[in-house]
């Protein structure tokens, strides 16, 4: 039997998202494995409270002041196991480095996700993709840890979507395997260098951001050509902009907060509705 010996921080979450806004969680836990995360969510299901789960940081935007709710990080479960074409990576594990592992053993097809800056249990969680494919596309099976305890889904159990994984109650992803394809390291390479390429000349990374703000409301019409269309690139509230490279970022440049990023979203949501009558919808989550 495990025991739970985590003792919570105090720190500023500003410090542990994309885009730099976000405000003190009282109760900050890191646990170090799936075990440990079960007897946790326990513990605070016992107190009548509810986490917050953190992967890299990115497509959330975090409220600025006391944060109250507990807050768990997961980037310690970074477990990584490789069984011939099969790979095992723990929730916490960032996916560029997981890419980088599997393209050194010449293990392809997730290359597709490079650029993305989310762990693999963030990833899982959304369906992160690009135009060349989403996570979904590799995934064999989902571990799942709540207070209960651990479980795994294979993918025919899972009902994954465009920008949506797997919604199970208060169940955490805690790891994944994923089935790939054997190809030529240097082909790999190849192709990860061109889409990071096409990425940095068409998206914000010098700036601090939480990602795309809004999903694409058909596969025809992106959610930035909108944006761009009724005249909203490089507007900005305070220290928060809509990004004069790719309207569907809200960048920091310089002490955004929280509400400087929902007024400039709703600025957006309501213009658009306005010239094109479409209602854009969240990518990012808006975290109070």
Not at 44 to 49: I, N, S, T
Not at 168 to 181: K, Q
Not at 202 to 228: H, M, R, W
Not at 251 to 271: C, P, Q, S, W, Y
């Amino acid at each position: 039997m495990y025991s739970i010996t985590l003792t919570p921080k105090r720190i500023s979450l500003s410090e542990w998202t994309t885009i730099g806004i976000g405000g003190i969680a009282e109760n900050f836990y890191e646990p170090q494995s799936p075990e440990e995360t079960c007897l946790l969510l326990y513990r605070l299901k016992l107190e009548g409270q509810k986490p917050f789960i953190l992967g890299a940081g990115s497509k959330v935007v975090i409220q600025d002041g006391s944060f109250k709710h507990p807050v768990i990080s997961m980037r310690n479960i970074n477990n990584l196991k490789f069984d011939g074409d099969m790979i095992y990576a723990g929730a916490g594990i960032m996916l560029p480095h997981l890419i980088k592992c599997c393209i050194e053993r010449g293990l392809g097809g997730i290359e597709v996700l490079c650029g993305i800056p989310a762990t693999v249990g963030g990833a899982i969680c959304m369906n992160a993709g690009t135009r060349y494919g989403a996570i979904a596309d590799f995934v064999d099976s989902v571990d799942f840890v709540n207070s209960d305890g651990l479980f795994s889904k294979k993918k025919n159990q899972i009902s994954f979507g465009y920008r949506r994984g797997p919604v199970d109650g208060d169940a955490v992803v805690v790891g994944v395997w994923l089935r790939l394809t054997r190809e030529k390291k240097s082909r790999l390479s190849e192709r990860m260098n061109m889409i990071l390429r096409e990425r940095a000349l068409t998206q914000p990374y010098e700036k601090p951001s939480a990602g795309c703000v809004f999903k694409n409301p058909s596969a025809t019409q992106s959610a930035g050509y909108l944006i761009d269309r009724v005249g909203l690139k490089g507007f900005r509230i305070g220290g928060a902009q809509i990004s004069t490279k790719h309207a569907n970022f809200i960048v920091n440049i310089g002490n955004a907060t929280f509400d400087d990023v929902k007024n400039l979203i709703e600025v957006a949501k309501k213009r658009v509705k306005q010239v094109f009558g479409i209602e854009l919808e969240l990518e990012i989550r808006l975290i109070y």
